[in-house]
């Protein structure tokens, strides 16, 4: 699976959107971009995840540019709910096992 | 639905103890797995399975084993505890076959298990 590299950290006011980058400049044809979040001491949680084309779902917003080497996944109106560490995974759809590597993500943070 | 459960929440054992973290999932699921995860890192894969009577090893192994009997269920033992494995243990289901695009993961809300 492609390595991916994200921020340490970002900030962001209630109710602007948040976007968070992440460079994947090794992906492979096949292979997908997955965004996970974690909120403080739950399990991860699904965001979205796409190939190519732009995806939007009831939570999120997913870019990927034309050359697949970056993504920016969108939060179009933050709420405080929204702080949490965001995991961006490339990985193939389909392996032998249902394996996801996460790294160390972005701290988000949402500000009153 | 339920969705992913977990048992227990919080649990502490003293070194050398052995105990079974219990995974169960109500969705029919045929993919599940057993992440860790320490203070700062990211999640580290133990198992998963693949189906019913079908297991793996994943990137840290050593010291767990898991079993598969039914589809619902995907317990990690333990076999002899040690403060390396103090962490918070997830557990994960996945839909199959894989869709289009791929599948999302379903997580459980983690045990936290401490070993003294």
């Known amino acids: 699976d492609a390595k991916t590299t994200q921020p340490t950290s970002m900030d962001c006011a209630e109710g602007r959107a948040a976007n968070l980058p992440c460079n994947h400049s090794t992906i492979s044809g096949n292979e997908y971009v997955y965004w996970y979040r974690q909120i403080h001491s739950q399990g991860p949680q699904y965001i979205i995840h796409g190939l190519k084309n732009n995806e939007t779902n009831e939570m999120a917003s997913l870019i990927i540019t034309e050359d697949r080497k970056s993504s920016t996944l969108i939060l179009p109106h933050a709420t405080l709910r929204d702080t949490a560490v965001y995991y961006c995974?490339?990985?193939?759809?389909?392996?032998?096992?249902?394996?996801?590597?996460f790294g160390e993500g972005t701290q988000l943070t949402v500000n009153p | 639905n339920a969705g992913v459960t977990q048992t227990p929440k919080f649990q502490v054992l003293k070194t050398g103890q052995s105990m079974t973290l219990q995974c169960a999932q109500d969705m029919n699921h045929e993919y599940m797995s057993w992440y860790r995860q320490d203070p700062g890192m990211g999640l580290r894969l133990i198992h998963y399975?693949?189906?019913?009577?079908?297991?793996d090893q994943g990137e840290v192994p050593n010291g767990y084993n898991v079993s598969r009997s039914t589809t619902e269920d995907f317990p990690l033992r333990l076999l002899s505890a040690a403060p390396s494995q103090t962490s918070v243990y997830f557990c994960?289901?996945?839909?199959?076959?894989?869709?289009?695009?791929?599948?999302?993961?379903?997580f459980g809300p983690g045990t936290r298990l401490t070993v003294l």
């Open positions: 994960a289901s996945t839909p199959a076959p894989p869709r289009v695009g791929g599948n999302e993961q379903f």
């Open positions: 399975s693949v189906g019913a009577g079908i297991t």
């Open positions: 995974i490339v990985r193939v759809a389909y392996t032998s096992g249902s394996r996801l590597t």
